[in-house]
């Protein structure tokens, strides 16, 4: 298995571009997540879905939007990129929402460096 | 409010020393505590968890504790190695929500 990929690696784009980073996974995980890592920051949950068809925010989700098709790919699109989104996005799937017994572990990507000019 | 913070942003630790590295949280009804190890360059990368009713659980060569009496968690690696030398994050989950919740990690290095 792959786990989870994504791409670009890096990326820079100009204020006001759009620019969709892609996630998947071919673990057949419900669960998939955007995460941003800021410096001096841990991650910080922008986006999840827990099903093909079902999105839901995170806590910081103004200028992105997600869509999940399929369960394999969950991609994060920009609209209008801003400064404010310079940072490092993960994506990360797991099994399925955490039960009350257990944890699923969540499986990170190996990130997406995005700069904002 | 929700909040997971980290006693110390940096901790130096000789090569085959026990390093702990701390954690404290906030929100009462986190079911979960997890633990993550980031190398440079690369994504979280899951080490340990704990559940909220459990106060210690032990890994190859780790052990998490949970305090909630002071609302505090910790990780103890044993016999460090180089291949230790990252960033680690504590996270927590709350009951009925998806969010993790990360602290903002400390850099623990090995020295030779």
């Known amino acids: 298995n792959a786990g989870v990929t994504q791409t670009p690696k890096f990326q820079v784009l100009k204020t006001g571009q759009s620019m969709t980073l892609q996630c998947a996974q071919d673990?057949?995980?419900?669960?998939m997540s955007w995460y941003r890592q800021d410096p001096g920051m841990g991650l910080r949950l922008i986006h999840y879905?827990?099903?093909?068809?079902?999105?839901d925010q995170g806590e910081v989700p103004n200028g992105y939007n997600v869509s999940r098709s399929t369960t394999e790919d969950f991609p994060l699109r920009l609209l209008s990129a801003a400064p404010s989104q310079t940072s490092v996005y993960f994506c990360a799937s797991s099994y399925s929402r955490a039960s009350d017994t257990s944890y699923n572990e969540q499986f990170f990507g190996p990130g997406t460096r995005l700069t904002v000019l | 409010g929700e909040s997971v913070g980290l006693h110390l942003p940096t901790l130096s630790v000789q090569e085959g020393d026990n390093s702990i590295i701390n954690c404290a949280y906030s929100?009462?009804?986190?079911?979960?505590f997890i633990w993550y190890k980031q190398e440079s360059g690369k994504g979280p990368q899951f080490i340990i968890d704990?559940?909220?009713?459990?106060d210690k659980r032990q890994g190859q060569r780790v052990t998490v504790l949970l305090n909630k009496t002071v609302k505090h968690l910790s990780l103890q690696i044993a016999a460090t190695q180089p291949g230790d030398s990252a960033v680690y994050f504590c996270?927590?989950?709350?009951?009925?929500?998806?969010?993790?919740?990360f602290g903002t990690g400390t850099r623990l290095t090995i020295i030779p």
């Open positions: 996270a927590e989950k709350t009951r009925g929500n998806e969010k993790l919740t």
């Open positions: 704990i559940r909220s009713n459990m």
């Open positions: 879905s827990v099903g093909a068809g079902i999105t």
């Open positions: 929100n009462s009804a986190s079911d979960y």
């Open positions: 673990m057949n995980h419900e669960y």
